[in-house]
Nanobody, 124 residues
Framework: QVQLVESGGGLVQAGGSLRVSCAAS????????MGWFRQAPGKEREFVAA????????NYIDSVKGRFTISRDNAKNTVYLQMNSLKPEDTAVYYC?????????????????WGQGTQVTVSS
């Protein structure tokens, strides 16, 4: 069974840091672009960050640039999102997603495999 499993969410104070991880199983994801999305209560799921199959290209939504870093370890079939200087507006369920191509994309419809999500709550 092919699946993505997120971990590492939690409660943190504003200005703090968290790292969420996404472990892939069932097939190799080393030739697949990966992304992180988030969904806050009452809002649409939005793109946060993406990384190409090799890790050589990354892209971020403007509101997290300079604070979040996406990375991957293909040997471990794992993708990470390091989140620093967290703000209350970063509070959301964070989802890992696998794209249907090698190249990063911001488009939700280009991702065909999703994790169950992990809650990140930032208190003020």
């Amino acid at each position: 069974q092919v699946q993505l499993v997120e971990s590492g969410g939690g409660l943190v104070q504003a200005g703090g840091s968290l790292r969420v991880s996404c472990a892939a199983s069932g097939r190799t994801f080393s030739n697949t672009a990966m992304g992180w999305f988030r969904q806050a209560p009452g809002k649409e799921r939005e793109f946060v960050a993406a990384i190409s199959w090799s890790g050589g290209v990354t892209n971020y939504i403007d509101s997290v640039k300079g604070r979040f870093t996406i990375s991957r370890d293909n040997a471990k079939n794992t993708v990470y999102l390091q989140m620093n200087s967290l703000k209350p507006e970063d509070t959301a369920v964070y989802y890992c997603a696998g794209a249907s191509s090698k190249y990063f994309t911001k488009i939700k419809g280009d991702y065909d495999l999703w994790g169950q999500g992990t809650q990140v709550t930032v208190s003020s």
